[in-house]
């Protein structure tokens, strides 16, 4: 551990007037997240893939408090989920406070997303990518607005290959997924940057939950047209008899998203041995992380696929890179 000490739910502040998203939030640390930043009084909006589970959810955080909670489809691997989403947002809501990146997909065959993107990439970079970018607009509104982005220990395992984007070429899901998580870290990383060239109020950290035992890798028939695989079922036993429980997982978003002391650009893990678990705390990322010149080819990379940009990012001066940025999202 580098910095920090014995920290819970607990130690969080009063969120009293303050707006959080958190996407994928019908269950597992996303729930956990949601149910915690309510309960401390914040105003949350649970951005699920599925709209009875979401509503489910957020009845599940209001039903034994006063705390205000809501639900909203929104589906990551379709940008125009993600589109409609954020005008929806932007509509009702004066600003946002929180934008809690936590959905995530894991495991099964190479399948696309909506727009033709590997679906781990897709779905847990692409889509997070293009709904910070889109509703920037509704975080610069608030100062010290704070997004936080999930990523993984097996990021430090991930490899960003420009040239097969798709996985295409040789297809495993632990590589995709891995390279998925180091670019939630890169991107992270290079949001940070970006805001304090273009220095606005914006901050950017990344939460690593560790080990949690959750539904993340489990086999969904309908979906993949098959059982899990080997590999699969072995990733999941380590989930089952190592992972803590999701209550213990959401603290390192939870402490992402409320630590006064943190400023942007750090990543928050576990403590304990191997980010596995413990108290969250502001630790060194993998070291394939710190490649600035691959994570700003990738942010080009994911304006020209995506079509959002953060020209408000960008200094005064400069020239913008990549297409431009989606009308509806900047104004």
Not at 174 to 202: C, G, I, Q, W
Request: hydrophobic letters at 40%; charged letters at 20%; a positive charge.
């Amino acid at each position: 551990m580098e910095t920090g000490t014995t920290w819970t739910e607990e130690t969080m502040g009063d969120l009293t007037g303050r707006t959080a998203v958190v996407t994928g939030a019908s269950s597992g640390i996303g729930l956990q997240t949601a149910r915690h930043l309510a309960g401390h009084g914040a105003e949350v909006m649970l951005a699920c893939r599925d709209e009875d589970r979401g509503r489910q959810a957020a009845q599940q955080i209001t039903a034994t408090s006063e705390s205000q909670a809501r639900a909203e489809v929104l589906d990551l691997a379709d940008l125009a989920s993600v589109g409609r989403f954020a005008d929806r947002l932007l509509q009702r809501q004066a600003g946002v406070d929180i934008l809690v990146c936590n959905a995530g997909i894991a495991g099964g065959p190479r399948r696309l997303t909506a727009d033709g993107f590997e679906a781990h990439f897709g779905t847990n970079h692409l889509g997070h990518f293009a709904l910070a970018g889109l509703l920037l607009p509704a975080l610069l509104t608030r100062p010290g607005a704070r997004v936080i982005t999930l990523t993984s220990s097996v990021a430090g395992q991930g490899r960003i290959d420009f040239a097969d984007m798709n996985g295409e070429r040789r297809y495993r899901f632990v590589a995709a997924y891995s390279r998925s998580k180091l670019a939630n870290l890169m991107f992270m990383l290079e949001l940070d940057r970006r805001a304090r060239a273009a220095r606005v109020p914006l901050v950017s950290v990344a939460a690593n939950p560790g080990i949690v035992a959750t539904g993340l890798l489990r086999s969904r028939r309908d979906q993949w047209g098959r059982g899990p695989r080997l590999g699969e079922l072995a990733v999941a036993s380590v989930q089952r008899l190592l992972g803590q429980p999701s209550d213990e997982g959401c603290l390192t978003s939870l402490y992402a998203a409320t630590a006064p002391e943190l400023s942007g650009g750090e990543y928050v893990a576990p403590a304990g041995p191997g980010h596995r678990r413990g108290t969250p705390a502001v630790a060194s990322p993998p070291r394939r992380a710190l490649a600035p010149d691959t994570a700003r080819r990738l942010w080009e990379t994911s304006v020209q696929l995506t079509g959002v940009g953060f020209t408000s990012l960008i200094p005064v001066g400069s020239p913008s890179a990549g297409t431009a940025v989606r009308p509806a999202a900047e104004t």
